[in-house]
C-alpha cells in the first residue's frame, strides 16, 4: 500500500504564497508523474501542475507564472510554490501519483489539503 501525505495548506491573503508539499510512502518500486489537482467548492476537481520523473512539467493556464512544481525523485516527495495567490485559488488541493505494482500503475491520491485565499 501506498500512501501520501499533503501538508502546507492554509489561509494567506490575496497576493501571498503558499507551499505544499506531498511525501509518498510505503511499498513504492517506482512513481511516474506526480502531480496537484484541486477542487473548489461546487466545481469539478481540476490539474494544476504535473512534474513526470525526468523534470517535465505542465501547467493549468491558469496558474502559468505564478506557481511552481518540483519533485524529488530520492524523496518520493512533490511541492507546489503557489505565489500572487488570488481568490480563485481557494480550494481543497490534492496530490496525485501514480506507482508501479508489478503489473501497471496504480493511481494514488492525498487527503487534500485547503488553501484558502482571503481578500
Known amino acids: 500500500q501506498v500512501q501520501l501525505v499533503e501538508s502546507g495548506g492554509g489561509l494567506v491573503q490575496a497576493g501571498g504564497s503558499l507551499r505544499l508539499s506531498c511525501a509518498a510512502s510505503?511499498?513504492?518500486?517506482?512513481?511516474?508523474?506526480m502531480g496537484w489537482y484541486r477542487q473548489a467548492p461546487g466545481k469539478q476537481r481540476e490539474l494544476v501542475a504535473r512534474?513526470?520523473?525526468?523534470?517535465?512539467?505542465n501547467y493549468a493556464d491558469s496558474v502559468k507564472g505564478r506557481f511552481t512544481i518540483s519533485r524529488d525523485n530520492a524523496k518520493n516527495t512533490v511541492s507546489l510554490q503557489m505565489n500572487s495567490l488570488e481568490r480563485d485559488d481557494t480550494a481543497v488541493y490534492y496530490c496525485?501519483?501514480?506507482?508501479?505494482?508489478?503489473?501497471?500503475?496504480?493511481?494514488?491520491w492525498g487527503q487534500g489539503t485547503q488553501g484558502t485565499v482571503s481578500s
Open positions: 510505503g511499498r513504492i518500486s517506482a512513481i511516474n508523474t
Open positions: 512534474i513526470t520523473s525526468g523534470g517535465s512539467t
Open positions: 496525485n501519483t501514480a506507482v508501479w505494482g508489478l503489473t501497471c500503475w496504480y493511481d494514488y
